[in-house]
């Protein structure tokens, strides 16, 4: 009989334990094992050489943290059950199982406005009836219909294990280390009061860290202004890419991102769309974008040339919109110099916004040593939760080099 209780070496987390067989059996899935093949930052590492990491490794890593954060809580007296654990390490293990090519770049581009979470959740289905039944709590538990909320919010929430892997794994691969959390601290504050998650009142500085770490990481990586227009740009190649085929023009691609290409309706999923999504991945995408390069699509090659050979157009970040007048004039410059009359399909603006604190959606509470609960943001002890509680948006104007 094969031994499932296996232990794998990660570089962030150190030695992660397979702690239930069924948990195995779900890695060693199909639908699971595509997420080696999905990066965890899109193209990222364009900016960042070394962020190649892969929703694989953040699903793995995510389950270890979601171990350890019960361990802590069994210790400070929360009754789970052994059934409750596998059910929290599945559904955290399989969070992103519904991801796309290149993460969240082409959530809407594929299917419509069908994200991930929703793709996730018909493929835990899916897999629930391959396993007999035995996913029901764990997808019980991601939807947040499971009695007991903390393990809702240890899956999603302001300060669940998923943005507690993610954040240190980025971190680490991008060589970025405002963006590094002291998971460990963070996980030994935990508490459940009333079936609802709570922090330990003395780590409460622990928690603003991990809140401006997340602030940090957003600005300086995941909205750098070369980063959002990378994954802008990505948008663009398959939106141009599905224009053209909806003319009736032949595009060389693989023949699962051809389906998608030349399908447009997904009210409601086929057992075609499934089978042709799970087994679609950011190479089917990368091969298409190099076959691209050097179609007669003058539009389509620019677009793709600047993925392949990292030949990005000029960027202007700023805090305000730009006029319109801005832009139009470089719409204009571009199809002046390139003899083209659609230049607005390589000149635009973008705009990235960031809220590091909800007050309203699952805000963090805190409780002190009489058990009493109270927000984040009703501590007398919080010193940096005032930068926090305000929304940021830039804006990036983007255009040719060439029209300098």
């Given at each position: 009989?094969?031994?499932?209780?296996?232990?794998?070496?990660?570089?962030?987390?150190?030695?992660?334990?397979?702690?239930?067989?069924?948990?195995?059996?779900?890695?060693?899935h199909p639908?699971?094992?595509?997420?080696?093949?999905?990066?965890q930052?899109?193209?990222?590492?364009?900016?960042?050489?070394?962020?190649?990491?892969?929703?694989?490794?953040?699903?793995?890593?995510?389950?270890?943290?979601?171990?350890?954060?019960?361990?802590?809580?069994?210790?400070?007296?929360?009754?789970?059950?052994?059934?409750?654990?596998?059910?929290?390490?599945?559904?955290?293990?399989?969070?992103?199982?519904?991801?796309?090519?290149?993460?969240?770049?082409?959530?809407?581009?594929?299917?419509?406005?069908?994200?991930?979470?929703?793709?996730?959740?018909?493929?835990?289905?899916?897999?629930?009836?391959?396993?007999?039944?035995?996913?029901?709590?764990?997808?019980?538990?991601?939807?947040?219909?499971?009695?007991?909320?903390?393990?809702?919010?240890?899956?999603?929430?302001?300060?669940?294990?998923?943005?507690?892997?993610?954040?240190?794994r980025?971190?680490?691969?991008?060589g970025?280390?405002?963006?590094?959390?002291?998971?460990d601290?963070?996980?030994?504050?935990?508490n459940?009061?009333?079936?609802?998650?709570?922090?330990?009142?003395?780590?409460?500085?622990?928690?603003?860290?991990?809140?401006?770490?997340?602030?940090?990481?957003y600005?300086?990586?995941?909205?750098?202004?070369?980063a959002?227009?990378?994954?802008?740009?990505?948008?663009?190649?398959?939106?141009?890419?599905?224009?053209?085929?909806?003319?009736?023009?032949?595009?060389e691609?693989?023949?699962?991102?051809?389906?998608?290409?030349?399908?447009?309706?997904?009210?409601?999923?086929?057992?075609?769309?499934?089978r042709?999504?799970?087994?679609?991945?950011?190479?089917?995408?990368?091969?298409?974008?190099?076959?691209?390069?050097?179609?007669p699509?003058?539009?389509?090659?620019?677009?793709?040339?600047?993925?392949?050979?990292?030949?990005?157009?000029?960027?202007?970040?700023?805090?305000?919109?730009?006029?319109?007048?801005?832009?139009?004039?470089?719409?204009?410059?571009?199809?002046?110099?390139?003899?083209?009359?659609?230049?607005?399909?390589?000149?635009?603006?973008?705009?990235?916004?960031?809220?590091?604190?909800?007050?309203?959606?699952?805000?963090?509470?805190?409780?002190?040593?009489?058990?009493?609960?109270?927000?984040?943001?009703?501590?007398?002890n919080?010193?940096?939760?005032?930068?926090?509680e305000?929304?940021?948006?830039?804006?990036?104007?983007?255009?040719?080099?060439?029209?300098?």
């Amino acid at each position: 009989m094969q031994n499932k209780l296996k232990i794998i070496n990660d570089p962030v987390h150190g030695f992660i334990k397979i702690q239930h067989e069924i948990l195995f059996d779900v890695i060693e899935h199909p639908y699971f094992q595509r997420l080696r093949r999905i990066s965890q930052t899109g193209l990222l590492s364009l900016i960042f050489p070394g962020a190649k990491h892969t929703r694989f490794h953040h699903a793995l890593g995510a389950m270890n943290l979601m171990f350890r954060a019960l361990e802590t809580l069994r210790l400070k007296g929360t009754q789970i059950s052994k059934k409750e654990e596998e059910a929290a390490m599945l559904a955290i293990l399989m969070h992103d199982i519904g991801h796309g090519p290149f993460s969240h770049a082409l959530e809407n581009m594929l299917m419509d406005d069908w994200q991930h979470e929703k793709i996730s959740i018909l493929l835990m289905t899916r897999l629930n009836q391959e396993f007999g039944g035995k996913l029901d709590l764990a997808i019980n538990m991601f939807q947040g219909k499971y009695s007991r909320m903390f393990f809702n919010q240890l899956i999603s929430s302001q300060l669940d294990v998923d943005r507690m892997d993610y954040l240190k794994r980025d971190s680490f691969y991008t060589g970025v280390s405002e963006g590094s959390v002291n998971v460990d601290r963070i996980i030994s504050m935990m508490n459940v009061s009333k079936d609802k998650l709570v922090i330990d009142a003395k780590g409460i500085y622990s928690v603003e860290n991990y809140l401006t770490a997340r602030m940090f990481m957003y600005w300086q990586v995941y909205y750098h202004k070369t980063a959002a227009l990378a994954e802008h740009v990505l948008v663009q190649i398959l939106k141009r890419a599905k224009y053209l085929v909806s003319q009736h023009l032949e595009l060389e691609a693989p023949a699962n991102l051809k389906y998608f290409l030349t399908k447009n309706q997904f009210d409601e999923a086929t057992e075609e769309d499934i089978r042709r999504f799970t087994l679609l991945d950011d190479m089917d995408v990368f091969q298409a974008i190099k076959e691209w390069t050097e179609n007669p699509d003058f539009i389509l090659s620019k677009l793709c040339k600047i993925v392949i050979y990292r030949d990005f157009p000029k960027s202007i970040i700023s805090s305000k919109p730009f006029p319109e007048e801005f832009i139009k004039d470089k719409i204009d410059k571009t199809n002046r110099y390139f003899n083209i009359r659609n230049g607005e399909e390589l000149v635009g603006q973008i705009s990235r916004s960031l809220l590091p604190y909800d007050t309203e959606r699952q805000p963090i509470y805190l409780m002190d040593k009489a058990g009493k609960t109270f927000k984040l943001e009703e501590s007398e002890n919080q010193i940096l939760f005032g930068c926090m509680e305000n929304s940021t948006e830039k804006y990036i104007a983007y255009f040719p080099r060439e029209i300098l």
